[in-house]
Structures are given as C-alpha cells and as structure tokens.
C-alpha cells in the first residue's frame, strides 16, 4: 500500500456563488467543487444534479484513481462492474480504480450528487469539453484524444443498456 500526501497548506473554501456551473439541458447540470490542484492532488469533486431520469456519465473507468457517489437527493441508478445500483439520499457507492462504472437518475426520479475523485484529477476541463461539445464546438470524437489527461476510459456495459432502455410496452 501506497501513502499520498497531498501538496497543500491551507484550507480549501468553496463559496456556492464562486463555483462554476456547467448546464447540459435545462435541468441538470455539474458544478465544480474543487479540482486536483487547489487540494494538491488529493480529490477533485463536483456536484452533480440531474432532472428526472436524466442520464449522467456513460460507462467509464478510471486507472488511477476511485470515484465516490455520495446522494444528496433524490435516487440514482448507479453501474459499478457489472451491477447496477439504485442509491437513494444519504447513500455511498464507491467503485475503485479500474471499474467500469456510470450513473444517472433513476427512472421518473431526479437526483443530486456530491462526487469526489482521489487522488484528484485535473477534471475541471474535462467537463468544459464536454460543453464544447454540447454546443458543437468540437466534436464527441475529441473525447477519445484526451482520455488518457483525463483518466477517464470510455466503455460499453450491456447490463447498464438494459437498466437504462425505456420499459417496452
């Protein structure tokens, strides 16, 4: 086991007014917490509200680094490996570093999430490119080119597909 001593001296103070918001529709959104730098290195966190239903983050993992989901509100339906989770408010889902995972809100409900990533990575532009590529400045394909900045490796989970496909009447 390895030790991580972060490389920061002082506290860490986020005001909800100075942190920046990153919209994706019109009812869910991130909003970046603190990134890897201002906690030299030890997390990076946002929070995470999604509208009713609203898909989040598509399967993924991390190499380095494990994902924390704590739900604030609401309910989320969560894929760590190879099951899917539904976690409700005052829950934890935690995947480590090389599980696949995703999350969104869970059918008919909403939720909001405090995600902490550690150790931290530099995530903050990862989640301004994705709004580039909401507003077409760039094309999805770039994801693939800046996977390894971000640690973030993109996947594909038939249990999580199912989970997420519409009920068939």
Sequence with gaps: MSLFVPDFDDAVVVRAADAEEIRFGS???VRLLADSAAAGGALSSMRVTLGEGADGARPHHH?????MFYVVDGTA???AGDKVVTAGAG???IVPPGQ???FAAAPGETAEMLVIITPGVERFEYFR???RIRYGSVPPES???VQELYDSY???STVWEAARAPLVQ
């Design 77 to 79: 339906q969560l894929l």
């Design 154 to 156: 993109f996947g594909t």
């Design 143 to 145: 994801l693939l080119e």
């Design 63 to 67: 190499g380095r680094s494990a994902e």
């Design 91 to 93: 829950d934890v889902v």
């Design 129 to 131: 490119h994705l709004e």
């Design 100 to 102: 696949q995972h995703a």
């Design 27 to 29: 009812d869910s959104a």
